[in-house]
């Protein structure tokens, strides 16, 4: 009797909504979709010329551009029978980002460039730690042997969490203008919602090869 009632608490546990993929992908979708629609009629607004306005489109917002190509095709079929995929995708295109913050550290060295730096090589290295676990690519690269896998799921999370943090405390400093505010609030809820689904991702894979390798024995 009493495991027919523990069985009917697992089944009816409220899972939180930052602890619901679903939930933090869609979010990620909205608060991109915001941030590219806002900076786009910013934009605008000012009066710059349409050429310069894809030219912003592809120069400071193809990061969030590149969010949309992942997120958007994991709600459907297609996408998540093609996750592998996309998430060697996502971590080239951020292994890019990445050397682009380098250049931009040479060219104007500046405690904003440096945190974006430092957000940027975490982000990488959390998600070819974590999209990336147990795959081929993680087999034949022997990744299990990487010192980095020392460094728990959630202190990856909250590193980001706190360097975005410390980043929008500068942005929101510096920023002249209400949009710039609005953006910047954006900007720093997508990350963190970023963050926070690799980390679940990471949490989803790791129960998985705990739950194979108890059944093996």
């Known amino acids: 009797m009493e495991k027919e009632e523990n069985k009917e608490v697992k089944k009816t546990k409220v899972i939180e909504w930052y602890d619901n993929p679903n939930i933090i992908t869609t979010l990620a979708i909205i608060a991109l979709g915001f941030i590219i629609i806002l900076s786009q009629s910013f934009a605008v607004k000012n009066d710059i010329g349409s ?101 728990s799921n959630i ?11 410390i980043l929008l405390t500068i942005n929101l400093i510096q920023a002249a203008t209400l949009e710039g505010t609005i953006v910047s609030l954006l900007v720093t809820s997508y990350m963190i919602l970023f963050a926070r689904y690799i980390y679940l991702y990471k949490e989803h894979t790791s129960k998985k090869t705990l739950k194979s390798s108890e059944e093996v024995k």
């Open 51 to 151: 050429t310069a306005i894809l030219r912003n489109l592809l120069n400071h917002n193809s990061m969030y551009i590149v969010g949309l190509l992942y997120f958007i095709p994991l709600k459907t079929k297609t996408g998540k029978k093609y996750f592998n995929f996309f998430n060697l995708f996502l971590i080239l295109i951020y292994a890019i980002f990445t050397m682009t913050s380098i250049l931009t550290i040479i060219q104007s060295f500046g405690l904003i460039s440096l945190i974006n730096l430092g957000i940027n090589i975490i982000f990488l290295v959390y998600m070819i730690h974590s999209l990336l676990y147990q795959t081929r690519i993680w087999k034949e690269f022997k990744l299990e042997k990487s010192p980095l896998n020392d460094i």
């Open 155 to 165: 202190n990856y999370f909250y590193t980001i969490v706190i360097l975005e943090i």
